[in-house]
């Protein structure tokens, strides 16, 4: 589950589609774009619809794979078939291609660098791509793509993310790019995210787990977290749901979030009827948004522990003591939702919603005065309409990283997956290999570990649309690292499940000076050691 995919991108098709030489034209040992080529048609000649063009892939990872070259780089970039001699590859629909045409374009090659001299030479053999690695795709609006009907009219990424964590998990070809996925040979089918406007932001979740159900996918891998109006205690129908999935022998794997080191999260213990303050500031603007949205949510475990709460305006008004119930309640400017529930494991959460009568912008602070009957453990959580990870709008006291782990890796059967730096740190007092400062980590409200495993996180390299090599970080781009290793000890032993793989991946895991003695609830069982586990596997 993401935002969607580049099905365009050359790392997403499998090299399926023949072996070809290619002729050096002026025989001059060297491959000359615009002129050499490949005979098609037998007749000795290299005619202007079999030259071969560069198609150079667009490098923003800040020169971190060394400097750009205007030739042709064998071990990133690739070849195409020139058919219209236009001088740049044409591809999809709107340059008349069919889902029947391999690579949905101008046709696409790979060279095979057999004596390792990083060039082209002649006699090298360049492989052919053909058929897309994405097996379906279902839409925002629910329409279904599917490969060999109509998934050359696919939707766009519209946020660049799932492109980027499905290059890490399949993009490329084994032993031809120097940056490619995790397990090259897999497929993928996507269900595309619809974010909306007030929590929970991702509504249709049931819809998108059964489509993935229905398509017989051995892994879940999914792409979103929450924490504004969230139980954050397994409890909901969605992670029932993946539980169901789980006992049926298949995988579910989730970044664990990246809400620790932002202000969004505060824990606390209150004396029984003893009144404590907190308050969160929220700006005018949100990422660019009015910020006229803020969520928050108190969750505690006892159900007969009735606290309760008066709130304080950034006006200075002040509402009657809240203690259960729901209701829609207007305080001086601003309209107050609040609402009492309690989920199917006895968790209480108290949430509010924070608008203004003229849709402008909830900025300043706003106070929670609450009252405990008895002594209680809470947890308070804060997000706006920026649905951002940065803290924009937060708690000012209170604060802890501690149950971070975000819905749905809150749930029973979602193995959550934390982020630790490999390539650059995030600033001066960070270092490489040290977990990421913002990955979830921590107990949840159950009990439940934080993240179970670590991975590489922060500044690693994957795909972006339109040809991109890039830097992607999170526990976004951990969560995919697991899911390319599942892959592979499946491909190895199929009939493995979840228990079995878990037993290998944290078995297997890495302990070092950064991870101290595992597990804990920060690194899991350490960091996430794809060879150590294929060899367990093997030895079994």
């Given amino acids: ?30 491959f000359t774009q615009g002129i050499d080529g490949i005979d098609f048609n037998g007749n ?27 030739s042709f780089t064998i071990d990133k970039d690739f070849l195409y078939l020139d058919a219209n001699g236009n ?56 329409n279904i793509r599917r490969r060999g009907i109509d998934l050359i009219e ?83 129908m969605e992670e029932q749901m993946l539980n169901e999935y789980v006992r049926n022998g298949k995988v579910v794997i989730g970044g664990a979030g990246n809400l620790a080191g932002a202000n969004m999260h505060l824990k606390d213990t209150l004396k029984s009827g003893e009144k404590k303050s907190y308050s969160i500031t929220c700006p005018e603007m949100s990422e660019g948004k009015i910020n006229d949205g803020v969520f928050t949510s108190f969750i505690w475990t006892d159900k007969d522990n009735f606290i309760s709460f008066q709130i304080e305006t950034p006006d200075g008004n002040k509402t009657p003591l809240l203690t259960k119930g729901s209701e829609i309640i207007e305080t001086g400017k601003y309209n107050i939702i609040y609402s009492r529930d309690v989920s199917q494991k006895g968790t209480v959460m108290f949430r509010f919603g924070f608008s203004r009568s003229d849709s402008g912008s909830v900025e300043g602070n706003w106070t929670f005065d609450v009252t405990s009957e008895k002594v209680q453990t809470i947890n308070g959580y804060v997000v706006d309409v920026s649905q951002s990870w940065a803290g924009n709008s937060h708690w000012n006291e209170y604060t802890t990283d501690e149950t971070t782990v975000t819905f749905p890796c809150t749930g029973d059967s979602v193995i959550a997956v934390g982020a630790y730096t490999v390539n650059f740190p995030f600033s001066f007092d960070e270092e490489i290999n040290d977990l990421s400062y913002y990955s ?9 570990i934080g993240p179970e495993i670590t991975a590489p996180g922060h500044s690693t390299f994957s795909l972006s649309p339109n040809n991109g090599i890039t830097i992607f970080s999170g526990t976004s781009s951990a ?5 390319g290793a599942v892959c592979l000890l499946l491909q190895y032993e199929p009939t493995l499940n979840q228990s079995e793989i878990k037993e290998i991946l944290f078995s297997s895991a890495t302990q070092d ?13 350490g960091k996430l050691n794809i060879e150590a586990a294929l060899k367990m596997l093997k030895n079994k």
Avoid at 3 to 29: L, N, T
Avoid at 479 to 483: F, I, K, L, M, Q
Avoid at 518 to 524: A, H, L, M, R, T
């Fill in 479 to 483: 969560a995919p690292h697991v899911v």
């Fill in 87 to 142: 001088g740049y590859r044409d591809y999809g629909p709107k340059s008349g291609f069919k889902e029947s045409d391999p690579t949905y374009g101008e046709l696409l090659f790979i060279a095979i660098d057999e004596n390792d001299n990083k060039r082209l030479d002649v006699q090298e053999t360049l492989i052919a791509l053909k058929t897309s690695k994405i097996r379906a795709v279902r839409e925002k609006d629910g």
């Fill in 154 to 236: 696919t939707e766009p990424d519209s946020v660049s993310h799932g492109t980027g964590v499905a290059g890490i998990v399949m993009g490329g070809h084994y032993g031809v790019q120097r940056i490619h996925g995790i397990a090259p040979d897999a497929e993928m089918v996507f269900a595309n995210i619809k974010y909306e406007y007030t929590p929970r932001f991702v509504r249709n979740f049931p819809d998108l787990i059964n489509f993935l159900i229905d398509e017989e996918v051995n892994v879940i891998l999914i792409e979103d977290g929450e924490w504004g109006w969230e139980f954050m205690d397994g409890s909901t």
């Fill in 44 to 70: 000795n000649v290299i005619d202007a619809n079999e030259q071969l063009r560069i198609l150079k892939m667009r490098d923003e990872t800040w020169g971190m794979l060394g400097p750009s070259s205007a």
């Fill in 1 to 30: 589950m993401d935002s969607g995919v580049d099905v365009f991108h050359p790392m997403f098709f499998f090299a399926d589609g023949g072996k070809y030489e290619w002729i050096d034209v002026e025989s001059d040992g060297k």
């Fill in 513 to 525: 000076k950064f991870t101290g003695e595992v597990p804990n609830s920060s690194w899991g069982w």
């Fill in 440 to 448: 979830g980590r921590g107990y949840n409200i159950t009990g439940k």
